[in-house]
T-cell receptor, first 113, second 113 residues
């Protein structure tokens, strides 16, 4: 089965700075890596995902990079804004070919105005 | 935009009682999931459901849990003989297919007294 580790657990940045959150996974056959944002008391919402056939994907201020050899993937948020403050979770399938997600432990991002 | 809905939003029950949590997945989605999140912790996979049967379940999903799709729209999670440690937020999710975005419902907060 999959195991996903996420770092850091908390991250504070000044508004306008960049934030980087990193995750490592254990199953080399994992092929789908979503990132979810969860605001306090709300549901997790997908912000970006990447499949194993690409190394990077970008959507405006958010990007994800994947290093299959090292089995890690990272979330990059540029030009952070106060509304980016939330808990971010990375995830990977629990087993090859499955869609069931094993979540990381989360990173609480605080953007200081 | 279609959303996953869940009822009730908050359920309080006595230890040992049975509860049924209800979900209405997005109508054209084929895969359904239950996750739980203990307060302040990560999201944990419970079970996935496809083609009217369980496709995968985690170690958490033991004999006290069951799922059902009683009709064409509802997807339920039943917890028999609830325990104090079952207190958590339970999220239902659905996706169109494998490796597609999982859309989460707003959650049901279960409190076992």
């Amino acid at each position: 089965g999959e195991n996903v580790e996420q770092h850091p657990s908390t991250l504070s940045v000044q508004e306008g700075d960049s934030a980087v959150i990193k995750c490592t996974y254990s199953d080399s056959a994992s092929n789908y890596f979503p990132w979810y944002k969860q605001e306090l008391g709300k549901r997790p919402q997908l912000i970006i995902d990447i499949r194993s056939n690409v190394g990077e994907k970008k959507d405006q201020r958010i990007a994800v990079t994947l290093n299959k050899t090292a089995k890690h993937f990272s979330l990059h948020i540029t030009e952070t804004q106060p509304e980016d403050s939330a808990v971010y979770f990375c995830a990977a399938p629990t087993q090859t070919g499955a869609n069931n997600l094993f979540f990381g432990t989360g990173t609480r991002l605080t953007v200081i105005p | 935009e279609p959303e996953v809905t869940q009822t009730p939003s908050h359920q309080v029950t006595q230890m040992g009682q049975e509860v049924i949590l209800r979900c209405v997945p997005i109508s054209n989605h084929l895969y359904f999931y239950w996750y739980r999140q203990i307060l302040g912790q990560k999201v944990e996979f419970l079970v996935s459901f496809y083609n009217n049967e369980i496709s995968e379940k985690s170690e958490i999903f033991d004999d006290q849990f069951s799922v059902e799709r009683p009709d064409g729209s509802n997807f339920t999670l039943k917890i028999r003989s609830t325990k104090l440690e079952d207190s958590a937020m339970y999220f239902c999710a659905s996706s169109e297919g494998l490796l597609n975005e999982q859309f989460f419902g707003p959650g049901t907060r279960l409190t076992v007294l």
